[in-house]
């Protein structure tokens, strides 16, 4: 298979940012970018989303809440819907 080198242009913080993210993946940035090329190619456009399963910081947020929440004894729980309503007069 003969290979050719492929030039393009980007910000640096875009370039640093994926590389860390590819390291954290185990890809260099050419494999990176192999993968996606192949891909494209063989689903005919944009292929796939390849991403590290970290939440963001609301999601965070939102996740280490809930917990607190679901492990204070003195948070009310509801067993139904319908108990949920009452106690929310709805």
């Known amino acids: 298979m ?3 080198n492929l030039n393009i242009r980007m910000d640096k913080e875009v370039k640093d940012q994926a590389e860390q993210i590819f390291n954290e993946l185990g890809l260099n940035m050419t494999t990176a970018v192999n993968m ?3 891909t494209t ?3 005919n456009g944009i292929p796939f989303a390849l991403k590290l399963d970290v939440p ?3 999601t965070a ?3 280490q809440e809930g917990r607190r929440i679901a492990a204070d004894k003195s948070v009310p729980g509801y067993t139904s819907i319908d108990a949920l309503k009452a106690a929310l007069d709805i």
């Open 2 to 4: 003969a290979t050719t």
């Open 36 to 38: 996606f090329l192949r």
């Open 41 to 43: 190619i063989r689903e």
């Open 56 to 58: 963001n910081e609301t």
């Open 61 to 63: 947020a939102a996740i």
